[in-house]
């Protein structure tokens, strides 16, 4: 997802009995439901794990902002350009809010975006991928915001308040965000040409299966996942999530006449669900090291916004100082 | 007062919040604080907003049945008729700024003006416009001041900035027949009597910023009568690209 193999350090979840008293009444209050608030005591574990993965989420919301923001230049009308601009600012916006939420766990957006720089800390792997035509800011819209609602939904009852606060917050626009992608493909489905409708096929192609690796490799055996799911920061599995998001997601393709580019999906009435082939998971870590088709141009883009960037902040900070200076002397 | 003046003045308008928005919209993603980003697409999306309600007002009165779209999309350069400030290249984040706030200073004297105007349609979208326009100079400017009087180094990009693109202020206040009919008939103001109100504004805002306009009256012009400089053929190039390498198609 925006937060994919997000570490707990923990090698295993501990038993009851190996809890501390703290630890015990701790879980006691994550199992009623109750919301961990900044000021309440809280495992170390439990702060460091939900610092990794609401930073790794705001930074997919800023670094998401570059494919996107690649084609409102080249809106092809101004109703287009305009819901574009709206949607890439919502996206600016979430950042703010999950950076925010990020802080009150103690530790500075600036300190959260310096290890997006110097690369210990990721965004979603979906960002490296580019948008090459205008019907993949309509792909992106449907697919990536289409998966990203599918994990933030359950998030909105997240164990710590100010995640879950800002997960309702941001739930809000994304099916605005969706809605609009899809209605890209639909015009040019449904209305537009044989070429429009290749265009957008071939943004399928591209997009179907980076989509899926949004929700991160098979959980089942993984003790990072039970650790968090016990802490109520994750709420359902990869697996679970990515069924949810096929099923979904291949009526929508039926309906603009577009084929997933999966040869072995099936509808599977035992489950109630489709089978489907696995994305690569091998380009998937090599993606997550660092070897998609954009890693180095998006870090590259943020670095460079960050650097130039430096002058601006300074004078503002230097005329705050000044101001202050003038107000105490005035007093 | 002929239609076709009606036509040029509510492309002046309407091109400048195009061309302006484009060049604001290229910060996307890339701005020096994640505020600015925000703020950044929110002042495009309110230029675009307005283009949208000027071109559509422009296409209605030509009555060809050509859309804010067409005009937007399939002109060439030489029918733009947006001010060559506009169109200047984005530069660093001060020159961006500064080219902003020269603007907005113009912009919400106009659409204050415009607010009177004899054509109810014409005031019906200054109304709206000049809500947003206020916020967008109360910004530009906030920012032109604390960046002009911050460090030696912001001072010193603001300073260069202005005198980088005071040459094409000068062009806001130039008077054609077209202004001159608009005057006429009370449509818009004599773009002429925007400038004592223009420098009260731009003047009290560089004092505070302790930056110094140039002692030049000197102005570039030519974009009212669609004489650009070399940059708006590669701004309609991105701009209009997928119209032109598919006509005719919806999207
Ligand atoms: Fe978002
Ligand atoms: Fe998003
Ligand atoms: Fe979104």
């Known amino acids: ?331 | 007062m002929a239609e076709a003046d009606l036509f040029e003045f509510l492309t002046r308008m309407g091109d400048n919040t195009l061309i302006l928005g484009h060049r604001v919209s290229e910060w996307c993603g890339h701005a020096p604080v994640l505020e600015e980003d925000i703020a950044l697409a929110n002042t495009a999306l309110d230029l675009i907003g307005q283009t949208q309600l000027w071109l559509g007002l422009a296409a209605e009165v030509e009555g060809k049945g050509r859309t804010a779209d067409d005009l937007a999309f399939l002109r060439d350069a030489g029918a733009f008729r947006n001010l060559l400030l506009v169109e200047r290249p984005n530069g660093d984040f001060g020159q961006t700024l500064m080219r902003q706030f020269l603007f907005d200073a113009w912009h919400h004297a106009m659409l204050s003006a415009l607010c009177q105007s004899a054509d109810p349609r014409v005031a019906a979208i200054a109304e709206k416009a000049v809500k947003e326009v206020a916020y967008h100079l109360e910004r530009s400017a906030d920012l032109v001041i604390r960046l002009g009087d911050g460090t030696e180094e912001s001072h010193g990009r603001m300073q260069a900035a202005l005198d980088d693109i005071w040459p094409y202020a000068g062009e806001m206040f130039l008077a054609d027949a077209t202004d001159a009919a608009m005057a006429e008939a009370g449509v818009a103001p004599d773009p002429a009597a925007l400038k004592p109100v223009w420098q009260a504004t731009v003047g009290e805002v560089l004092s505070d910023a302790t930056l110094t306009a140039p002692d030049t009256d000197f102005s570039h012009k030519g974009g009212r009568i669609g004489i650009h400089t070399e940059h708006l053929g590669y701004i309609l190039a991105e701009m209009q690209f997928l119209q032109r390498a598919y006509p005719g198609a919806v999207w």
């Open chain 1, 1 to 331: 997802m925006y937060a994919q193999m997000v570490k707990t350090e923990a090698k295993r979840v501990k038993s009851r009995e190996e809890m501390t008293p703290e630890e015990a009444a701790f879980q006691d209050r994550i199992e009623a439901g109750e919301k961990i608030e900044p000021k309440d005591w809280m495992p170390e574990g439990y702060r460091r794990t939900l610092i990794r993965q609401i930073g790794q989420h705001a930074h997919s919301e800023i670094v998401g902002q570059l494919p996107e923001g690649n084609w409102i230049t080249r809106a092809p009308t101004l109703e287009r350009k305009a819901i574009l601009l709206a949607k890439v600012q919502d996206e600016a916006g979430h950042g703010l809010y999950l950076y925010s939420a990020a802080e009150t766990l103690g530790v500075s957006r600036d300190a959260l975006i310096a290890k997006l720089h110097d690369g210990s800390m990721k965004y979603s792997s979906i960002f490296n991928y580019p948008t090459l035509t205008w019907a993949d800011i309509g792909a992106v819209g449907w697919l990536v915001d289409g998966a990203a609602i599918m994990n933030q939904v359950p998030l909105q009852r997240t164990s710590y308040g100010p995640y879950s606060r800002a997960m309702i917050r941001i739930c809000k626009e994304e099916s605005f965000h969706q809605r609009q992608g899809y209605d890209i493909l639909i015009k040019m489905c449904l209305k537009g040409t044989p070429a429009q409708k290749a265009m957008a096929q071939d943004a399928l192609n591209r997009f179907w299966y980076p989509s899926l690796m949004m929700f991160g490799p098979s959980d089942k055996d993984s003790v990072h996942s039970a650790q968090s799911m016990a802490w109520k920061i994750k709420i359902n599995t990869n697996d679970e999530l990515r069924q949810k998001f096929v099923d979904q997601t291949v009526p929508q393709a039926e309906y603009l006449g577009l084929t997933v580019p999966d040869p072995d999906l099936t509808w599977n009435e035992d489950k109630g669900g489709y089978d489907f082939t696995e994305p690569d998971w091998a380009e998937f870590y090599a993606v997550l090291a660092g070897n998609g088709p954009c890693n180095r141009e998006r870090m590259a883009a943020r670095v460079a916004a960050w650097e130039d960037g430096a002058w601006f902040r300074e004078g503002l900070m230097a005329h705050a100082r000044k101001a202050a200076k003038r107000g105490v002397a005035a007093e």
